[in-house]
């Protein structure tokens, strides 16, 4: 497969900043401080309108875990139809059972509405039973590509993992490696591990235009300025494709 460096971004104007400083794919999303959620359809219309890179498109109900109440994966069912329709290049999923393996029916409910678009198992996955047995289903399901840390806070941390994923599944599906990367990570990571798919948001925080600005007033979670905007860094991204195309040549 290709090599990847996608980009999750959860503004338009971060969507276009990583298209122009060299992202290969965007997953679209969001709420990035909550984990990453749905976006809404006008969102996605406004990246399409702007950038020219494969779009996929995240789908996630609501925060926390990854095991779905009947009215939540109906959602993600009319979500998945909706994007999928409007010409979305994936949709990121993943749903898990209780007892901590992945679900396969509704995942394959799922992928059936995507319609043939690309389909990745976000880190769902991360936090299943066991991650070779996800593998295998994810295969046997046609999902294509994993999003993971190796099951770890941090892909640093996951590297063993990562690099036992990589071996195991030889391409199918393509290995993602998320949560914490950069250049620098890149750097490290490749040569250990063999993937040639990185995933990063490449945050940083923009100072607000506000002049007049009433302190105190908290309009989500206390402890959070209200005037700090987190948008992509384009001279992250920009490293972080210089990383890994010197490691993994066209």
């Given at each position: 497969?290709?090599?990847?460096?996608?980009?999750?971004?959860?503004?338009?104007?971060?969507?276009?900043?990583?298209?122009?400083?060299?992202?290969?794919?965007?997953?679209?999303?969001?709420?990035?401080?909550?984990?990453?959620?749905?976006?809404?359809?006008?969102?996605?219309?406004?990246?399409?309108?702007?950038?020219?890179?494969?779009?996929?498109?995240?789908?996630?109900?609501?925060?926390?875990?990854f095991l779905?109440?009947?009215?939540?994966?109906?959602?993600?069912?009319?979500?998945?139809?909706?994007?999928?329709?409007?010409?979305?290049?994936?949709?990121?999923?993943?749903?898990?059972?209780?007892?901590?393996?992945?679900?396969?029916?509704?995942?394959?409910?799922?992928?059936?509405?995507?319609?043939?678009?690309?389909?990745?198992?976000?880190?769902?996955?991360?936090?299943?039973?066991?991650?070779?047995?996800?593998?295998?289903?994810?295969?046997?399901?046609?999902?294509?590509?994993?999003?993971?840390?190796?099951?770890q806070a941090?892909?640093?941390?996951?590297?063993?993992?990562?690099?036992?994923?990589?071996?195991?599944?030889?391409?199918?599906?393509?290995?993602?490696?998320?949560?914490?990367?950069?250049?620098?990570?890149?750097?490290?990571?490749?040569?250990?591990?063999?993937?040639?798919?990185?995933?990063?948001?490449?945050?940083?925080?923009?100072?607000?235009?506000?002049?007049?600005?009433?302190e105190g007033?908290?309009?989500?979670?206390?402890?959070?300025?209200?005037?700090?905007?987190?948008?992509?860094?384009?001279?992250?991204?920009?490293?972080?494709?210089?990383?890994?195309?010197?490691?993994?040549?066209?």
């Amino acid at each position: 497969m290709p090599k990847v460096l996608e980009v999750c971004a959860d503004s338009v104007e971060s969507a276009v900043t990583a298209a122009r400083s060299g992202a290969t794919r965007i997953e679209l999303c969001s709420a990035l401080a909550a984990g990453g959620l749905s976006p809404d359809e006008d969102m996605y219309r406004m990246v399409r309108e702007r950038v020219d890179i494969p779009v996929r498109v995240l789908l996630r109900p609501r925060s926390g875990d990854f095991l779905y109440s009947d009215a939540e994966y109906e959602l993600l069912r009319r979500q998945v139809r909706r994007f999928a329709a409007l010409g979305a290049d994936g949709v990121v999923i993943g749903i898990l059972r209780e007892d901590g393996t992945l679900d396969a029916a509704r995942m394959a409910g799922l992928i059936e509405l995507a319609g043939g678009c690309g389909v990745t198992l976000h880190r769902a996955f991360d936090v299943c039973r066991d991650p070779l047995e996800a593998l295998e289903t994810a295969r046997a399901l046609g999902v294509d590509t994993i999003l993971t840390s190796g099951q770890q806070a941090a892909c640093t941390q996951g590297a063993a993992l990562l690099r036992q994923l990589v071996q195991a599944a030889r391409g199918k599906p393509q290995i993602l490696i998320g949560a914490g990367v950069n250049a620098a990570v890149i750097r490290r990571l490749q040569p250990q591990t063999g993937a040639d798919a990185f995933h990063l948001s490449a945050k940083h925080t923009v100072e607000s235009g506000m002049r007049f600005r009433r302190e105190g007033v908290p309009m989500g979670q206390p402890g959070l300025s209200e005037f700090a905007i987190v948008r992509c860094d384009g001279a992250a991204v920009r490293a972080a494709r210089a990383a890994l195309d010197a490691l993994c040549p066209a």
